[in-house]
Structure formats: C-alpha cells, structure tokens
C-alpha cells in the first residue's frame, strides 16, 4: 500500500470514529437520554458534526486522494472511489450552508412536531418553504447535472436519476392502481381481526426476542431496545442495535417492526469487518438498505413458509388470541390489502402509490412547479384518486411524515426503490436455494442470511449501488419481479 | 468580556463536548454495549482522546490564557486559572508518554482481570512494575516538588500533599485501630441477618427507585441502570446517570449502592448550570466529590432518621423478611462494624484502614522504598496488625482493586479525605438546619440538597478544593470532626 493510501486510511479511520460517536450519542438521545440532556446533547452532536466536517474536508485529504494511487480491482480502489466521491460533494457546500440547513432542519423538525400535532399546516408551511430554498442553494453548489432534483436524489441513492426513478415509478402505478382496485373490491375476502386483541407486552417481548435469535440476532452482538420511532443502527460490526414498540392491542407492530429492523441490522453486522472505520463500512445505499429489511419484513416474514412457523410461536405465546386462528388465517391476516391514509401502516401492495404522491410533489417543489401552500389540496385530490381514501386533516394528510421538515427532501424514492429490489433479490435467492422455503418454514434463515452476505453485505460500499444490484441479479432495479411477487401472493388470496 | 476570554470559553466548550461524547461512550461501554463491540469501542475512545489532547494542549490556548484578562472575582477568572493549571499539567507530558502510559494501562488492566480470577500475583507483576516505572517518569515531567508522589496526588485531589494527607491519616490510624479493637471485643453486640434473606429483584428495583425519588432523583434528568462495577456519571446538568447491581440475598447492596451513587449525581446536577460546557462544570476534586456520596451513603442512610425511613420502605416491601424487625435493629445492623478482607464491603469504621495500608504502600512504591514483589507479604501482615483478618489469597489482598491495573497511583487517598469532609459537612449542616433530622425521619432530603447546592455543588470547580472546604467548615480537612461522628454513633450501638 502507498503510504499516502495508508495515510488517508488513518485519517479516514479516526474521522470514522469521530462520526461513530456522533451516532452513539443519536442512538443514545432516542433511546436513554433524559429529557432534560436535550439542550447539552444538541452542543456535542453540533461540535462532533462541525469537527467531522473540518477534518473531512480538510485539503490534507484531497491530496491524499490524489496520490494515493491504489492497486486496480483493490479494496484501497473502492475507498479512494468513496472517499473522493463524498469529499467532493462535502467540499462543493459552503460550512455556513451546511450549517444553516442542519439548522433550519432542527427548527424545521420542532415546528413541525408542534404543527402536525394542531393539524396546522399553515404553522409549518415557512419552515417548509425555508427548507426549499436552502435545498435550492445546496442545488446550486453542484453542475452537470440534468435535473435539479437529481443533486438531491443522489445524496440518498448514488448514481439514481430523477428520469430513472420517474419512469420505474410510472410502471409501477400503472401496476398498482388497477392491481388495489381489483382487491378492493373483494375487500371483505380478508380479515386481520386476528392481530387485534390483548397480547400482553412481556410475551411480545419474550416473542420477539425468541423470533430474532432464530433468525441470526444474539446478545453478544446486537441489542434490542424500544423507541417511539423503531430503527436501526451500528457501531461496528459486533455492536449492531435495533429498536421497535409494543402496541398491547396490536401484535403485529413490534414484531414486524423488529423484523424490519432486523433486515437493516443483519447488513451492517455482515460488512466484511476488514472495511470497518472506513467509508466502506457501510451499506452501498438507502434503496439497497431497505431492500434488506423489507425483503425480511414482507417478503419472508409475509410469506407462507416463515408465516407458518410465525403463527406457531404466536399460537404458543397468546394460546387465548390464536384459539382457533390456523396458519393460513394468519398468513392472508398479515397480507391484508387495505388503502389507508398512512404510509408507514400501509400494506406492501398500496405502500407503493404512498412514495409515489411523495416522490411526483418532491419533483414538483424542487422544479418550483407547485406553489408549496397548496401542497395540503393536491395531496388530498390524489389520496383520493389513486387510493379511494378522504385525507380528514394534514396531520394524517401533508403533515404525517417528518422527513421534509428536517430538510430531507429526495429521501423516500429509496422506500420504493427498496421494495423492488427486496422482490429481484428473492427471485435470485429463490432460484440458487432451493431448499429455501422448507427452512424458512423450520423458522430458520441461515441459507438465506448466509446468502444475503456473500451476494450483498459483505461488500458494504465496494460497489456502487447500481453495479452491486446488477452483479447480483443480472441487471438494473427493475418493477417486473415486484410486481410479479405481488400478483402471486395476492392473486390467490384475494381469488383474482 | 474579552474577545480573547470569549474565544477561550468556545474552545474550551468545543473541548468540553468532544470529551463528554468519550464519557458517553464510555458509560455506553458499562451499561449497554453488546460485548463484541469492544473492539471498535476502543479505537473510538482511542480517537476521541487523541483530538481532546490535541485541541487542548494546542499553543492557542496558552495564547489566549495569557490574553483572557478576566475581571477580578468573575467566573471569567476561575475559568481562567483552572483551565491554565489543566493545560500547563498536560503540556509537560509529551504526547508519546501519555500514550505509552494510557497504553499500559489498558494492557495492565486486562492482566489484571486475569490475575485476579486466578490469584495470581507473579502474572501481574510485570504489569504494576511497568505502571509504576511509567508513573516515574511522569512525575519526572514536573519539578517544584518536595515529594514525588505529590505530583501524583495533585491530579487526584488538587494542592493536597503527601506531607499533609500523611499527618491526616497518621491521626485518623491512631483514632481508628483503638476503636475498631473496643468494637471487636463487643462483636456480638449486633448483628445484621435481618439484610441477608431473600430479597426477589424486582421488588428491590421498585423500593431503590422510590428511595431516589424520595431523595432528589427525577426521571426527566437522571437515568438509573444495571452495571457490574457501580458508578455514576453526568453529561450534562440534566443528564445524570446511576448504576447500581442487584443481590437478591442481600437488601443492602442494592439500595446503599444506589444512594452512594445517587450523592456523586446530585452533586453534579446541582452545579450550576452556567457552567456547563466549561472545565468548571465538574467537582472541585475526587475528595469533596465522594464527601457527598458518603455522606448520603452513610452519614444519611446509615443516620438515624432517614435509617428509619429506610426501615419503613423496606418493611412495606419485604413484609416477610422484616417481619418482626423493628427500625431499631435495622439501625444496628446497617451500622455494623466487622473487620473484612474487601475495601468495597467494609463498614464506615474499618474503611479507613483499608484506604491508609493502600496510601501507605504507594507512597513507597513511588520512593522506591518496598521491592513490589514483596507487596503481598506487606499487604498481608498489615491487614494481621491493624484488622486482625488474614488473607487467605492475592484476589482478597493485594489484587482485589482495580485501581492500580490501570496506573491509578495516588487516587486511594481521596476515598478517606471524603469521609472526613462528609463528616465536617454534616457537622456545618446540623449546626445551619435545626429541622434536618425530623425531615430526614420523614425521608425528606431536600434541606439537606438545597444546602449542599448552595454551599458546595454550585459553584461546580470555581475554587480549589481546600478553599471550597473552608469557606464551608471555616477550616481545612480534619480528622476530629469524623471521629467524633463515629464515637457518637458507635458509642451507644456497642455499649462502648
């Protein structure tokens, strides 16, 4: 290795460290702090960002990146592509702008908080209209691009267009929406009363941690632990955490949700560790991230096989609630199709059109298209059009989701994207296991999380998200398979 | 204020922060961290300690010390002259030897965990020989001395010596060996069974948390955890954290430990908060920080009314287990006196013997008076002498602290210093508030919280602990006070 490689390794390892602290202490503000360590927390967590910032873009690192001259096809290749690709994107904003845009996201998310709560979109709509023009300068900084929208996109999902994205989206509604109106209108073919009822948390608790340890989560490597807002993060690759909540009425929240979590958990836990503390150490992108927790949320823990071992483990822990509820009960209970006003309760099948209004008014604001106060009537008329749904008021309507009020506009594409990809992942898991389906069935994901690991996480950032998509499934993200998976499951259940 | 003033204050908050993201992590390490994080953990620690070093002992600051001009009396002032003593002590170390000893001592901590397990004192020897060498040259960085291990003990407890804290013990050994002799002959006079029964875990969570509550302890500022090695920490005036373990065949653990704790958090919550994000925003030194843990610790909870609170609490959550005892017994048995082989068990009485064999012994070991192979022989014929116990191996003699695995030499010392403050400050509050002990029978302890933040915990590090003490006590530390303490309460318990 050239010592200018091994240098810039170095420093990028301790800016590593430095960024890892600053998750540590995010993970710790969401899910231990007191209330009262807000305001010092908000100063570390601005001091850590503003000194990760400073060394980061530091001169020192370009010219590393300059001469740092690694072996071609090496993983110090990988790094030197990494690396250069976020130094120049960092070094393109202005510190003050980037500044100001953390913090009109931070007064953007309170207000928002106070907003959606009133219902108020009026009270947010100047937070919102300040994150706009400051995502329209942070547009500003960059060139050569063909769509203003695509500086924003790339930021979640490298290399994605909003062209691209734009067209897979459009086959896809075409898809959805006379798919979700067939079923809605043998709507009364399927009933989930079986998740709703009284499951006391500790046997949810018990349940859950039972589910995950089956499918690969252990104490010596991961915590479990609750927050309001359920995710997932990692310290490294033997410190991975997941969070859910527990709803005592509804048993499919926590599960689910950890399940999800899980699917983001096990990608970050099987990087190859060797890419630990570098900008490699991390998932290849967004899209590529939700593709794991959606492939383990919904494609195998809503298929028949993992399903039916589920209902087992339910059956045994609620004996009172699952009196009388066989397997295939269960399994067409989880896979329930219903258009609803929330995204994040949405089932896999209208999930989709939720991103889509989301992604099509993004485009629009960014292109300055749509006048951002009549944001709140264009999303109800298309609540109404695609889903059949009357949005009541913005707080379940414009209001529902905190992304555009931190300043994270060109984010939930990555959703969508994430669900095709899960689908063309499983028809090559499918294809190379064969035996998938009966150990899934035994409540056992070793072939399939080993498989995850060799063809996905272990490669973390090394390739670009497109050529890791494309070196594992033969080609681009693409609708066909999603929507195939969805006509199989569905066509039976809803008798199509 | 200056602009030189102003900008100290902002590097030093910048510092401040970075330092605080390591102390997180490392309380994160204790209570939470999956064990195979450990790795990663560590070259994050070893990062953020290396950008705290460098930040700080940058010539700037010295630059801007020498240009603060502070008004006279203000809090500019003291931040002044404690951030200079801070930087001039780590600017004589050089950064390699700070490393090298930081190093060892990790690599000795871990010897010694082994060492430990297996009684083993040959296996740890390289490791306390390489410490003590390593300690050798740090004092070595220094001069204006006039004995070494001053230099040791002023980074423990600021402008104490040995000479001084020499002469303290001298007193408080001749005060102690007579008294716990008198004590011996009457050991039968009480017992303490009534702690040792069974105590189901989930019910002492309960009574601890309603304890602290009662005390000061608040879910809004303050956490309460699980760890093996107890200890408290704060990040800030509203994010104050507790540890404490659990022995479900002994109440006392528990429930002591806690309120220990609960007295080093208090401290720092009181401190106010205008100081926080500044090197003031911390106890004036280990002495008069762990004065308040013992205090409540002992002087409190182990006093006669608040003992009788206890009782109450724990008769109404043990019912079986306190049947038949009454707060009389209760205060007899939490107020027991018995020789032992382990610092960490001993009662108020025999502690400070065990805390003057270790002062003792490091004293010479800096002088290079005792070969430190020979420190189990000494270590044990002492314990014969003054506690009439023998140590029946190196895990419950000269192995069981932690404290000199990691190059602590010179800490020990501030145990007992806060058990002579403890006891000066008691003295002070009995004198200033008439109605503490009918409040404290009552299990109300905010007379006592609202003096101590008035007269101590305020003013956070704004004078050197010996004036913090006098302005207090109207003396220096003193061993009269203590003993006086003790004979009163332990005069009537034996009968003496």
Redesign the interface.
């Known amino acids: 290795m050239s010592e200018a490689l091994s240098e810039l390794r170095e420093r990028l ?2 800016i590593h ?2 960024a ?3 998750s ?2 995010g993970w ?1 503000q969401q899910v ?10 908000a ?2 967590l ?3 960002g ?2 990760v910032h400073e060394r980061f873009t530091d001169d020192a690192i370009g010219r590393l990146l300059d001469a740092a001259r690694p072996e071609p096809g090496s993983t110090g290749e990988a790094l030197v592509r990494v690396a250069r690709r976020d130094w120049e994107k960092a070094r393109r904003v202005p510190s003050e702008l980037a500044a100001e845009i953390a913090r009109a996201g931070a007064l953007g998310h309170q207000a928002w908080v106070e907003a959606r709560e009133r219902s108020d979109f009026e009270a947010f709509l100047p937070f919102l209209q300040r994150n706009v023009e400051l995502k329209l300068r942070y547009v500003e900084c960059f060139d050569g691009y063909e769509d203003p929208y695509d500086v924003l996109l790339d930021d979640y999902e490298e290399g994605m267009t909003s062209a691209e994205v734009g067209a897979l989206f459009a086959e896809l509604r075409a898809e959805l929406v006379p798919l979700i109106a067939a079923v809605a209108e043998r709507a009364d073919a399927v009933e989930d009363e079986v998740l709703h009822g009284e499951f006391p948390v500790a046997g949810q608790r018990a349940l859950v941690r039972g589910v995950l340890e089956r499918l690969g989560w252990s ?5 479990l632990d609750e927050a309001p807002h359920p995710f997932a993060t990692s ?6 955490r997941l969070t859910t909540r527990y709803d005592p009425g509804y048993v499919g929240m926590a599960l689910y949700g950890a399940i999800h979590e899980f699917g983001h958990g096990l990608y970050e836990s099987q990087i190859d560790p060797a890419l ?2 570098t900008p490699l150490g991390e998932g290849a992108s967004l899209g590529v991230h939700e593709s794991q927790s959606r492939l383990w949320e919904n494609v195998v823990a809503r298929g028949r096989p993992f399903a039916g071992f589920l209902h087992g483990e339910l059956a045994r822990t609620f004996p009172e609630a699952f009196a009388g509820v066989d397997a295939e009960a269960y399994y067409r209970a989880v896979n329930r199709v219903r258009p609803s006003l929330i995204r994040v309760e949405a089932d896999e099948a209208t999930y989709g059109l939720h991103i889509i209004l989301r992604f099509e008014l993004e485009r629009e604001m960014i292109a300055g298209t749509i006048a951002l106060r009549d944001l709140p009537e264009v999303w109800n008329a298309r609540m109404r059009d695609d889903l059949g749904v009357e949005v009541p008021d913005d707080a379940r309507g414009v209001l529902q989701d905190v992304h555009w009020s931190g300043g994270d506009i060109g984010y939930f594409a990555t959703y969508a994207l994430g669900n095709l990809i899960a689908a063309q992942l499983w028809e090559r898991a499918r294809a190379e296991l064969p035996d998938l389906d009966s150990s899934l069935a035994a409540g056992d994901g070793s072939s399939l999380r080993a498989w995850l690991g060799d063809r996905v996480h272990r490669h973390g950032r090394c390739y670009p998200p497109r050529e890791l998509v494309a070196r594992v499934v033969g080609g681009p993200v693409a609708v066909a398979p999603f929507v195939a998976y969805l006509r199989a499951k569905l066509g039976p259940i809803y008798g199509l």
Chains 1, 2 share one sequence.
């Open positions: 390892a301790e460290d430095l890892s602290a600053a540590i202490l710790d231990m702090m007191p209330a009262r360590g807000a305001g010092v927390r100063e570390q601005g001091t850590l503003r000194v104490r010596e490597g991961w915590r310290f490294g690759p033997g410190d991975v630990a503390r």
